[in-house]
């Protein structure tokens, strides 16, 4: 049987840990679980897609408004929800 090296982030490792104690699971089987899948499915066995927020229309449309909030033509506002009683 072959081993592997991963290098993951320390909070991940913690989290995957949890969920894989509460499954009853090692976190060796469950990376075999999805290595095998991804082996016979060949493809990743989930959606994966990437965060719209950090698109690129949306960051240069969030540039743009701090642009126009920087050379004062947009006024930032107090919302009616955040008023200061």
Do not use: W
């Amino acid at each position: 049987m072959a081993q592997i090296s991963l290098r993951i982030d320390d909070d991940v490792k913690v989290n995957a840990e949890k969920v894989c104690k509460d499954i009853g699971m090692s976190m060796s089987t469950a990376v075999n679980i999805y290595l095998k899948r991804l082996g016979s499915e060949r493809r990743i066995p989930f959606e994966v897609s990437a965060d719209p927020f950090y698109s690129k229309e949306n960051i240069d449309e969030l540039e743009r408004r701090v642009a126009n909030i920087r050379t004062g033509k947009s006024v930032l506002k107090e919302h009616d929800l955040i008023g200061v009683e």
